[in-house]
């Protein structure tokens, strides 16, 4: 190009800038600021920047600098280091609901983009960086809506982004209200943390009080926070508007989601049955290959400070101990195999629970209770765990009801369990018996129990618990998923009361289940 050319490209520039240009090598060059009318179309690195402005945060925390998205308002990130089960945040914090986002691909993303990134909308529910909350109607427990902070789903995106090089983002115009729904203006029931997985822990699922507590707040509200309160229920309850959203696509999506969710619960029981060995469907213990062991924890914390543990059951089946046994009706004669330990912390021994469940330290029915003091907690349990631990003969599958749950207190105290017992597999009961019944809910202990026939007493003390929470196992590794083609099914420890000893004091619960009060 010669020096002419150059010069006139200059003067073109200088007449679109407004400011001299100079080839002066002993000058700084002109940055061009956002303040230019010249921009070329950023890069995918580029509009992550300028649009997803925060830094990259540990996985089990939320993002620690404000979120820009787009020409919207500022996402407030937030610490969740704190955070306990049934806690509510500020109402300052954006929540998203969760269907919201499973449908995004559906509405927002283009032909184009839609096959590459459906993968990691596919797997969104194996994310355990999650934060769920709950929000209720006010006056009404049968109806609630799943969230989540809005700064997690663009995190989320910004990841996405990140491998793809595309630029998803939070949708712009009215749809945008139905990712960023505010609660809590003057005093109004806001989203209460149930942990990073969809199922309720049993502290929220049994609590009657938050509930009525919400609902008092809510009336107690002015009328302008009830109906603004309202306005953004209705938003969480309703659909965004996308190009490509109709009442087809959206029952497929469910039907899908469904589908994928069944599989995943039936696959769980199978590996149950195959570690049981009883996939046959003689009743008999014919497993193969490694011998598993089933260890069974169960938690109980202060209801006011849910970091604060006060119980821990631990409940143990090894298989090599019912090898060629008859398992009986619904297992019931491998129950008797089982190893039970509770510990009981010394420093909480006095204290029982009352405000959300009725607590029963004290009645531990399957040996004697231990005082550990709290400093102690960890090493007694290695103690307790080690023989399994050293033991490479056999697989040792962490069994819990929400074992996830139970998981995160012992880590809250400073035991991983699953790394301590470098177990091979986590198995949650409440996703066996969805197996069970081809239900599509998590249902608490007393129900499963009930289901199932299994006779129970002085549930919510953390032996116990244990203990039920692995027969629960055996029963319905024992009776296998829901045969094809049924909706119901009788269990096969219907009509076997006469095996248990119940004595004088016993009584049908509303269920239907014997509970050995």
Not at 213 to 221: C, L, T, W
Not at 302 to 331: C, F, K, M, Q
Not at 333 to 340: M, T
């Amino acid at each position: 190009m010669s020096d002419s050319q150059i010069q006139a490209q200059l003067d073109k520039l200088q007449e679109v800038l407004g400011k001299a240009i100079t080839l002066d090598a002993s000058r700084k060059p002109v940055t061009l600021g956002p303040e230019t009318g010249v921009r070329e179309k950023p890069s995918s690195s580029d509009w992550q920047e300028q649009h997803l402005a925060y830094g990259k945060s540990s996985r089990d925390s939320l993002p620690v600098r404000p979120v820009l998205v787009a020409d919207g308002p500022a996402y407030e990130a937030l610490d969740d280091s704190t955070l306990c089960i049934g806690d509510s945040l500020g109402a300052e914090v954006a929540f998203c609901p969760f269907e919201n986002i499973e449908r995004y691909p559906e509405q927002f993303i283009g032909r184009r983009n839609k096959p590459l990134a459906q993968p990691f909308f596919d797997a969104i529910g194996d994310r355990n960086t999650w934060r769920f909350f709950e929000l209720y109607l006010p006056g009404d427990a049968q109806q609630s809506c799943l969230l989540v902070p809005t700064a997690q789903f663009v995190r989320f995106l910004e990841d996405v982004n990140a491998h793809l090089g595309t630029e998803l983002r939070i949708p712009s115009g009215r749809n945008a209200l139905h990712f960023s729904l505010a609660f809590g203006q003057g005093a109004t029931p806001r989203p209460r943390y149930i942990g990073p997985r969809r199922e309720k822990p049993r502290v929220l699922v049994d609590n009657r009080r938050v509930f009525d507590e919400d609902s008092a707040a809510f009336d107690a509200a002015s009328e302008d926070d009830r109906q603004s309160w309202l306005a953004s229920w209705e938003r969480a309850r309703v659909s965004p508007t996308g190009q490509r959203a109709d009442a087809d696509q959206r029952a497929r999506l469910a039907a899908k989601r469904a589908a994928k969710r069944r599989r995943e619960c039936e696959a769980m029981l199978g590996r149950v049955q195959a570690r049981l060995g009883t996939s046959a469907g003689d009743g008999v213990c014919a497993s193969t290959g490694k011998p598993a062991v089933f260890v069974s924890i169960d938690i109980e914390v202060l209801e006011e400070e849910p970091r604060s543990i006060t119980e821990v059951g631990i409940a143990v089946l090894d298989t090599r101990d019912i090898r060629d046994r008859d398992a009986g009706p619904g297992g019931i004669l491998w129950w008797e195999h089982v190893k039970a330990h509770h510990l009981v912390v010394r420093q909480y021994a006095s204290h029982v629970n009352h405000k959300y469940v009725q607590g029963c330290p004290d009645k531990f029915r399957f040996g004697q209770s231990i005082f550990p003091n709290e400093w102690d907690l960890t090493d007694t349990l290695t103690a307790i765990l080690d023989p399994y631990t050293r033991d490479a003969e056999s697989d040792v599958l962490l069994v819990g009801h929400g074992v996830q749950c139970d998981v995160r207190y012992l880590a809250g105290a400073g035991y991983d369990v699953a790394q301590a017992l470098a177990s091979v597999d986590e198995i949650d009961t409440q996703i066996l018996h969805q197996a069970w019944t081809a239900g599509t809910q998590p249902r608490r202990l007393q129900r499963v129990l009930s289901d199932l026939g299994i006779p129970y007493a002085y549930l919510h003390n953390a032996g116990n618990d244990a203990v039920y929470t692995l027969r629960a196992l055996v029963t319905m590794g024992v009776e296998g998923p829901m045969p094809t083609g049924q909706t119901r099914r009788r269990p096969q420890l219907a009509g076997e009361h006469g095996l248990f000893d119940t004595g004088n004091n016993d009584k049908k619960d509303d269920d239907g289940a014997w509970n050995l009060w």
